[in-house]
């Protein structure tokens, strides 16, 4: 008889005994959920290319909050989708005390103190160009846009808002942001770097949402190249260095190299952006029944926190919560 020293196969014997060997687990407390905010009253509008998330209204952000609040998910991401007349080439929109944005965000907090609200800079919500930075004669200039990113940031710290997310690459920004926001008095507001995000076609559903893809070229002058990882840690070293809570890796699914590397190498919690194609491609294979999209979304999402991350960024967080509620 052929004895075996070694079964694993006793550890997973049973429903109880794989839980207690258990390594990982995605919880409630991971998520950050992304929202998308239009100008308006009771409006709501779908996202026609990731089927489950809408457009909101400033009335109706604050009961998906409340209802999300209720369900266990504390933190929020802001996104703001503007028209067309309120973009130019400067992004001065972005700092408009009366606008959309910053007096929904401040609203926000006053109704709920105890939600954990992050916002987004970077230029392209705001711009003309649909760029993440400054366009001069057809080259998206680094330096001058630091000063706007850094208008920005305070602009929505003002409003009381909790993590800065700086998702425009643009090199430098971090500290630039980071000695901004302390030389005016916010030195407890987070930061929250968008360190290795990738110029990828996972984007596309998200750029629907905002209408803010590119008017020209794309975003390969500043957004990483997919083939490349060492780049992420030089990236992740300068972050680091300029004074980052977090580091964030953008996408998630085809990353999860870089999630790993990252979490190897620094003591900041790193967070994955599940972005909007990777949830766009499980909606749209479930409705065709190719895939069970509970099971598929799950396990995806466990796979990022194997990977190392602590955080995710994920449409799927209200569902999941809905799901998992018992």
């Known amino acids: 008889m052929n004895i075996l020293t070694h079964r694993p196969r006793r550890n997973r014997k049973s429903s109880a005994i794989r839980n207690l060997v258990q390594e990982n687990e995605v919880t409630v407390n991971d998520f950050i959920f992304p929202l998308f905010l239009i100008d308006g009253k009771n409006k709501k509008t779908e996202v026609k290319s990731m089927p489950g998330i809408f457009r909101l209204s400033t009335d109706l952000m604050l009961k998906e909050i409340e209802s999300c609040l209720k369900l266990g998910i504390t933190t929020f991401d802001i996104f703001p989708s503007l028209t067309d007349k309120f973009k130019d080439k400067t992004a001065t929109e972005s700092t408009n005390k009366n606008g959309l944005y910053l007096k929904t965000l401040t609203l926000i907090k006053k109704k709920f103190p105890e939600a954990c609200i992050m916002t987004d800079v970077a230029m392209d919500p705001y711009s003309s160009d649909g760029h993440d930075g400054l366009v001069r004669n057809g080259e998206i200039v680094n330096d001058e846009t630091l000063d706007i990113l850094a208008k920005m940031a305070i602009a929505q710290a003002e409003c009381g808002i909790d993590i800065i997310g700086p998702s425009d690459m643009m090199d430098g920004r971090v500290g630039f942001i980071r000695n901004a926001l302390d030389d005016a008095g916010f030195s407890n507001v987070s930061i929250m770097s968008y360190t290795a995000k990738y110029a990828s076609a996972f984007y596309g559903p998200f750029r629907d949402a905002l209408d803010s893809a590119p008017k020209f070229g794309d975003k390969k002058t500043y957004q990483m190249n997919p083939a490349n990882s060492k780049e992420a840690i030089l990236e992740a070293q300068l972050d680091f260095e300029e004074g980052a809570d977090f580091l964030m890796v953008k996408p998630a699914l085809s990353y999860l190299d870089i999630i790993k590397d990252l979490n190897t190498h620094f003591s900041l919690p ?40 602590s955080i995710i960024l994920t449409y799927f967080a209200k569902e999941w919560a809905l799901k998992h509620k018992n």
Not at 284 to 295: H, S
């Open 270 to 309: 790193i967070a994955a952006y599940n972005v909007s194609g990777e949830y766009a491609m499980v909606k749209a294979a479930a409705a065709k029944g190719w895939i069970d999209g509970d099971r598929v979304r799950d396990e995806i999402l466990l796979s990022m926190k194997r990977a190392g991350a």
